[in-house]
């Protein structure tokens, strides 16, 4: 079964930058689109930033141009750099497949945007 550990969360200030890591075990890692995803209290969980297996990326209109997806195979690794954050990114993070695997949901890492 595949497990996703993600990490790196905290506070920050708006204007701040914080970098999460997802580390996959598991499972094959390298052949699958992966995403971050977030979810906001009382909000539904959205997709903010996918890459594929040949490092294609795309991004939700919210975060485009501050937020940047990477991934290392080598570490089974992905990673989520959020620059000129926003207090409306104040989330959990998820990492997992894109599509999603429902039974590979981490605990995820909470992001909060605040002064």
């Known amino acids: 079964q595949v497990q996703l550990v993600e990490s790196g969360g905290g506070l920050a200030q708006p204007g701040g930058s914080l970098r999460l890591s997802c580390a996959a075990s598991g499972g094959i890692f390298n052949i699958y689109a992966m995403g971050w995803y977030r979810q906001a209290p009382g909000k539904q969980r959205e997709l903010v930033a996918r890459?594929?297996?040949?490092?294609?990326?795309s991004y939700a209109e919210a975060v485009k141009g501050r937020f940047t997806i990477s991934r290392d195979n080598a570490k089974n690794t992905v990673y989520l750099q959020m620059n000129s954050l926003k207090p409306e990114d104040t989330a959990v993070y998820f990492c997992?497949?894109?599509?999603?695997?429902?039974?590979?949901w981490g605990q995820g890492t909470q992001v909060t945007v605040s002064s």
């Open positions: 997992n497949r894109n599509p999603p695997r429902t039974d590979s």
């Open positions: 890459i594929s297996s040949g490092d294609t990326t």
